[in-house]
């Protein structure tokens, strides 16, 4: 049946390529949607250049002071950036789609030639069965497959990383950073007043209502 299949037509031999070729692109999303929601689920320890490039990014513009006010668009921008095998990740989901239409439009287009032509009916009933199990075949595959929910949460892993994680990260690190700036002022104005001080006990003495208004000041300031 197979090789009778094979040598009817061209179009039959068209068909089965646009099938292979879909089932080649099929495999390649499948294994790169698992790969991309597994390291986005753990983006702090992931090595994946996007991400990594992604997490730079954000880090960036919170260091100049650019807010992201819609974490969502930043998200989804740098998600179309993302290739896959050197091409982009909406190529293969396009092609995967193409395949199948050309699969029926294939089968179609054959039935029709081999009527045309005053083939037998059963080389026309083939080609065009061969061309619609082969679409429904590949959009079965697409129905198992579920790009769109398979992106939706691969998006929601950065974006969630982005707003909760990352965020309250840089967060933290400014307000220690603030801290450590804070103590350092405190510690040298302590200095100050110290060396003040002593200056002014060798040069003169300190009398109390200059020692009452130092003390004031480094309350209020320590307060």
Same mark, same amino acid.
């Given at each position: 049946m197979?090789?009778?299949?094979?040598?009817?037509?061209?179009?039959?031999k068209a068909i089965m390529v646009c099938c292979?070729?879909?089932i080649i692109s099929w495999m390649v999303?499948?294994?790169?949607?698992?790969?991309?929601?597994?390291?986005?689920g753990q983006i702090g320890k992931t090595r994946k250049k996007w991400l990594?490039?992604?997490?730079?990014k954000y880090e960036d513009y919170h260091e100049m002071d650019?807010?992201?006010? =819609? +974490?969502?668009?930043?998200?989804?921008?740098?998600?179309?950036?993302?290739r896959?095998?050197?091409?982009?990740?909406?190529f293969w989901k396009t092609?995967?789609?193409m395949m199948i239409a050309l699969c029926a439009v294939i089968g179609a287009a054959g039935a029709l030639a081999a009527s045309q032509r005053g083939g037998d009916l059963s080389s026309v009933i083939i080609t065009y069965i061969t061309g619609v199990m082969a679409a429904v075949g590949l959009w079965f595959f697409d129905i198992l497959l579920r790009p769109e929910e398979k992106e939706h949460r691969i998006k929601m892993n950065m974006?969630?990383?982005?707003? =909760? +994680?990352l965020e309250n990260s840089m967060e933290e690190k400014d307000g220690e950073a603030e801290g450590r700036v804070s103590r350092e002022q405190k510690r040298r104005l302590v200095c100050y007043a110290r060396e003040n001080s002593r200056r002014k006990i060798k040069e003169e003495p300190v009398s109390l209502e200059e020692k009452q208004v130092l003390e004031d000041v480094l309350q209020q300031f320590f307060a």
């Open positions: 197979l090789e009778f299949i094979m040598g009817n037509t061209a179009f039959v292979v070729l879909g999303l499948t294994f790169s949607y698992r790969s991309m929601i597994k390291a986005s990594v490039s992604l997490k730079k650019v807010k992201v006010n =819609n +974490v969502e668009t930043f998200v989804d921008k740098c998600f179309r950036k993302k896959i095998c050197g091409l982009p990740c909406a092609f995967y789609h974006n969630d990383y982005l707003e =909760n +994680v």
